[in-house]
């Protein structure tokens, strides 16, 4: 393998595949596209993306923007286990001459390790945990999981729920790296008593990110001046649901939908707080809530999964229990109608953003994760 190292001029000779195993954008994706973008700027490591044949075209050219992204046309259901697929995925490795292989979804475990199994030259195996879940604890999987290289736990809270029912000797590495997200230190904004307050969702709209459950808190706050305002795509399965929500909501005329955009950081700073009602537990820190600490925004967000990692609650932000309207309509209550302390829970979260969970820090573990051996 080409793993020269970092020299003085920044360059890594190393090809890195990541198989993207979503046909949509998400969180995943985003994680993958900032990550592989700056090591192709900053280190000139060279990305190969590799998509399921029913991916979304406008995601897969955002990432052809970045690097090659070729189809890979054994990624269904019916192929995740096969064998043949994965010595299909390795003649594909072979082609882009790949060092790498990098995965983050668990669903495509088993094409990676028949696939490194099967590649002309060696390669290394890294995965990625991105849920809160425990891993499962069969002959065959800890058979795949013994072909990992290293397994990235996305958070404390990830590692401590993914690995309980294994035995430690299972993955030859393990190693925690909270997610971050590229963002550069800005001055403060400077919050104001706006007319009406605007409330910032951004995410995918669905029901297990808690977006019908915040309707919900707010028609309770009517009293209040205030909009919502959401950015995000509204999952096929969900839209529906979601637009009969809408319509049948008392709040209706101040909800706007600005659909899916590439320009959050840009609109973040127009808003009051910012609110991450999820479900489901997220699992490395929510590349939302990241955005709104390192851009000062206050933020609310569920108590579940790795939030509590990054937020200390009333200290740099609110935690509320998932699902809980009374709660969030409290808590949403109390920082409208006191921006002077949403100030100074955003000025603490940027503080810790830049302090502990930065991008250049993110980076450099990942390098080391990459040119480990």
């Given at each position: 393998m080409l793993l020269n190292g970092k020299s003085g001029n920044n360059t890594i000779k190393m090809t890195i595949a990541y198989y993207i195993a979503s046909p949509t954008w998400g969180g995943g994706e985003q994680y993958v596209y900032n990550l592989a973008r700056t090591l192709k700027t900053d280190y000139h490591i060279t990305p190969v993306f590799i998509?399921?044949?029913?991916?979304?075209?406008?995601?897969?050219?955002?990432?052809?923007?970045?690097?090659?992204?070729?189809t890979f046309h054994f990624a269904s259901k019916?192929?995740?286990?096969?064998?043949?697929?994965?010595?299909?995925l390795a003649k594909l490795l072979d082609q882009y001459q790949v060092d790498i292989l990098h995965l983050n979804s668990r669903q495509s475990y088993f094409l990676g390790a028949w696939a490194k199994r099967n590649t002309k030259k060696p390669i290394r195996l890294i995965v990625a945990q991105h849920l809160v879940r425990q891993a499962k604890n069969t002959y065959w999987w800890r058979w795949a999981y013994r072909q990992i290289d290293t397994l990235i736990c996305t958070s404390e809270c990830v590692q401590r729920e993914y690995l309980c029912e294994l035995p430690l000797t299972v993955f030859k590495n393990v190693v925690m790296v909270h997610n971050s997200v590229p963002m550069m230190k800005k001055e403060m904004p400077t919050y104001t008593a706006t007319t009406p307050a605007t409330i910032f969702y951004h995410g995918r709209i669905c029901r297990e990110k808690g977006v019908f459950e915040l309707i919900k808190s707010l028609e309770s706050l009517q009293d209040l001046s205030f909009r919502l305002v959401l950015a995000g795509s509204v999952d096929k399965r969900d839209e529906k649901a979601w637009?009969?929500?809408?319509?049948?909501?008392?709040?209706?005329?101040?909800?706007?939908?600005?659909?899916?955009?590439?320009?959050?950081?840009?609109?973040?700073?127009?808003?009051?707080?910012?609110?991450?009602?999820?479900?489901?537990?997220e699992a490395g820190g929510p590349?939302?809530?990241?955005?709104?600490?390192?851009?000062?925004?206050?933020?609310?967000?569920?108590?579940?999964?790795?939030?509590?990692?990054?937020?200390?609650?009333?200290?740099?932000?609110?935690?509320?229990?998932?699902?809980?309207?009374?709660?969030?309509?409290?808590?949403?209550?109390?920082?409208l109608t006191n921006l002077d302390n949403a100030s100074q829970l955003a000025e603490e979260a940027q503080k810790d953003f830049f302090l502990e969970f930065n991008y250049e820090q993110f980076i450099?573990?990942?390098?080391?994760?990459?040119?480990s051996r």
């Open positions: 998509f399921p044949a029913d991916s979304d075209s406008s995601m897969v050219n955002r990432f052809c923007e970045v690097g090659e992204c070729p019916f192929w995740r286990f096969s064998r043949y697929a994965g010595k299909q637009n009969m929500a809408l319509k049948s909501s008392p709040i209706r005329e101040r909800i706007t939908c600005l659909g899916f955009r590439t320009d959050i950081n840009q609109l973040i700073p127009q808003f009051t707080i910012g609110v991450i009602p999820t479900i489901v537990p590349l939302a809530l990241l955005e709104n600490m390192a851009l000062g925004l206050p933020t609310i967000t569920s108590n579940n999964g790795s939030q509590p990692e990054f937020i200390r609650d009333r200290q740099n932000g609110r935690l509320c229990p998932p699902g809980d309207i009374v709660a969030w309509s409290d808590a949403i209550r109390e920082l450099n573990k990942m390098i080391q994760i990459y040119q």
